[in-house]
């Protein structure tokens, strides 16, 4: 794009990629675009030119997206950011004064937005509710009220411990709005991993609620909790929402447990914001690592909740019109990212109770045509299983709502790409493939809504984020797998683990002096699009070619019988490393020597004999996250017999014990 081409109308972005582009932005996509508009603002000719710009001057940078996004602080900062203490300590807008919650809420409750949809519910039931901008704030308030009551001011710690509601985003502003900090805890976890982030976090109040419905029946949460809360000295108080209607006999402790509903009655519907500083903390939320307790990653108002907005304004272009819907839970980054980045823009956030596979297989695609919604975010695996199910499903189904689709947590095959692309695209929506993390607040690598897409890639790292790819002395590579790392600070990393530096140094700053090492391999290819191939210690190096787990798998996806498959590197006495494939077949195909014989040749054919697996074992399922993520390396402890680390995130135990049992 040059200078003369900023007016009105497309505007050239530079690579064209060749015959493997399948999307390019049309007309309405160019003109629509805030990032667009943000660069003509400020004389940017090219999307290259405004990542260099970004890493080059992160103070111009982020002061005007800030300005940009009308980000409003109660208090100017003196500075945009403040490097005295090194990269891995950088503090953002000293002398600022921040609370996110007035620019998510607040300042939409009043005028021509207060009447505006802000959250919209549905349950697993088919019961709904929508609350307005107003309703909203008015519900926040209220239970800010009460919290107070309880005793809950700046600094407190509250773990949110709930099902996919509306008073799940409600909870979360609350707490935000005192300056306490609220701990996101999933809610599918046992009594053991919500007390571990509980104590650790030394929370004094915990939310949750009676039950949750999964799959039609209700499961006893508070039951959960009260179990939990039983190994936690801090917790103070448990407040409890009402979900079941009655259909669980739930346990009150008197003076310690408290209905949401009752100690709300009689809180003012109006109430001031605290006015925190902007590194004051509103969050610390726990992943789990590869071996340890969970790592709480601390993050403050001026970090986690400026980089949301900005990715889904800049990345997913979303604007006051649109309605997403992301398939996440709070206890997951996605979740909080997806609240506070959707209400700060002034969009109406679509949230569901439940699977999108229940109950039927076409959930998923019943709430976006019902509740029209215009971006649609999930994991690749679930797009696995729904295509699964076969096209009938999404066939009928009024996609013409949506404008973007979205993905993240984990790399995607090229065939469920493709499918999600034209069956629910319908070949004219983006998908924005995005990638970062807890620790980031957001996306490192993404894709646009104004730059073509090839399919499973990313089309350039995120405005603000200076990324490379280096190898093993921290120089840059280009067309080869290097490690991902990022060169610069911004304002959404997180501000170390809680009560654990060192850990954190350690994790992301000692590998590489002045770099944040990721732990994913990446690669750029020849027309500049980014692919991330894996975690670096998923890498598998077979007599000295290194390859990452996900092209070994899409390799195996791409036969018609593979549903999803999971490569592991396994010791080898000659080769260093040898391949080891987990392969889950799809209903009918029998997992027998011709389909092993069959995946293999796959491989083989995409990849070279040199990189042909060791074995293929056939498994009915792979053991991942409640985030849809396959765990790697707990499939490689299991097979090789070594510990298993922490398995808090685990989605089904029974998954592990079978890796063991593999055909």
Request: hydrophobic share 45%.
């Amino acid at each position: 794009m040059t200078g003369e081409e900023q007016g009105a109308g497309p505007m050239p972005v530079g690579r064209d990629g060749g015959a493997e582009i399948v999307w390019r932005p049309g007309d309405a996509y160019l003109e629509r675009s805030r990032l667009r508009r943000f660069m003509a603002h400020h004389g940017i000719g090219s999307f290259e030119e405004l990542l260099a710009r970004a890493a080059d001057d992160v103070e111009w940078f982020w002061d005007a997206t800030v300005k940009d996004l009308d980000l409003q602080f109660y208090e100017p900062y003196r500075e945009v950011v403040d490097l005295s203490r090194g990269l891995p300590w950088a503090t953002w807008f000293p002398g600022g004064r921040y609370n996110y919650v007035h620019n998510a809420l607040d300042k939409h409750a009043a005028g021509s937005t207060a009447a505006k949809e802000a959250v919209v519910w549905e349950g697993t039931d088919g019961a709904t509710r929508a609350l307005t901008y107003r309703e909203l704030w008015e519900e926040t308030n209220r239970l800010a009220g009460a919290l107070a009551a309880l005793g809950v001011g700046r600094g407190d710690r509250v773990g949110i411990f709930m099902p996919m509601l509306a008073e799940t985003a409600i909870a979360t502003l609350a707490v935000s709005k005192l300056g306490a900090i609220y701990i996101p805890i999933f809610s599918g976890y046992g009594a053991e991993s919500v007390a571990t982030r509980l104590r650790d976090a030394g929370a004094k109040v915990l939310i949750t609620a009676d039950g949750a419905n999964r799959r039609g029946k209700f499961v006893p949460l508070k039951a959960t909790a009260d179990e939990a809360v039983a190994g936690v000295e801090a917790i103070e108080h448990v407040v409890v929402c009402r979900r079941t209607g009655g259909a669980l006999d739930v346990a009150m402790r008197p003076g310690r447990d408290h209905w949401w509903d009752e100690i709300v009655v009689g809180q003012p519907a109006e109430r001031e914001t605290a006015r925190t500083a902007a590194e004051d903390p509103f969050m610390i939320i726990y992943t789990s690592g590869t071996t340890g307790r969970p790592k709480g990653a601390l993050h403050t108002h001026d970090g986690f909740p400026i980089k949301a907005t900005q990715d889904l304004a800049h990345c997913f272009d979303l604007q006051a019109d649109d309605r997403l819907l992301w398939v996440t839970d709070l206890g997951w980054m996605m979740g909080p990212w997806a609240i506070i980045g959707t209400l700060t823009l002034g969009a109406t956030l679509v949230i569901f109770e439940g699977t999108p596979d229940w109950p039927q297989p076409d959930r998923l695609w019943e709430l976006v045509e019902r509740h029209r919604v215009t971006t649609l975010g999930v994991a690749p695996t679930v797009v696995r299983a729904l295509m699964a199910q076969g096209d009938e499903w999404p066939r009928g189904r009024d996609f013409s709502s949506l404008r973007v689709l979205g993905s993240s947590g984990e790399a995607w095959n090229p065939d469920p790409w493709t499918w999600f692309f034209e069956r629910v695209g319908g070949g004219r929506c983006p998908i924005i493939n995005y990638s970062g993390g807890t620790e980031i607040s957001g996306g490192i690598l993404s894709s646009y809504t104004i730059l073509p897409l090839k399919p499973t890639c990313f089309a350039a790292p995120v405005p603000g984020m200076a990324v490379d790819v280096v190898d093993d002395a921290g120089r840059p590579v280009r067309g080869a797998v290097g490690e991902l790392v990022i060169r610069g600070a911004w304002p959404g990393m997180t501000r170390g683990f809680w009560n654990d530096p060192d850990r954190y140094l350690d994790a992301y700053w000692s590998r590489l002096p002045g770099l944040w090492v990721h732990g994913d391999f990446a690669r750029i290819d020849p027309d500049g699009f980014w692919y991330i191939l894996g975690r670096s210690d998923d890498t598998i190096k077979v007599a000295g070619k290194r390859v990452g787990p996900a092209e070994v798998e899409s390799a195996a996806v791409a036969h018609p019988a593979v549903r999803e498959a999971a490569a592991i590197a396994v010791p080898h006495p000659v080769k260093g490393d040898t391949i080891v494939v987990f392969v889950v077949p799809r209903p009918g195909h029998a997992p027998d020597d011709a389909l092993r014989a069959e995946v293999e040749g796959r491989i083989i054919a995409q990849l070279g004999r040199a990189l042909k697996p060791e074995a293929v074992r056939f498994v009915t399922d792979l053991p991942k996250t409640r985030n849809a993520k396959i765990m790697r390396r707990v499939i490689r402890a299991r097979f090789l017999d070594q510990p298993l680390g922490d398995l808090t995130a685990l989605e089904d135990p029974a998954a592990v014990e079978a890796i063991g049992r593999a055909q």
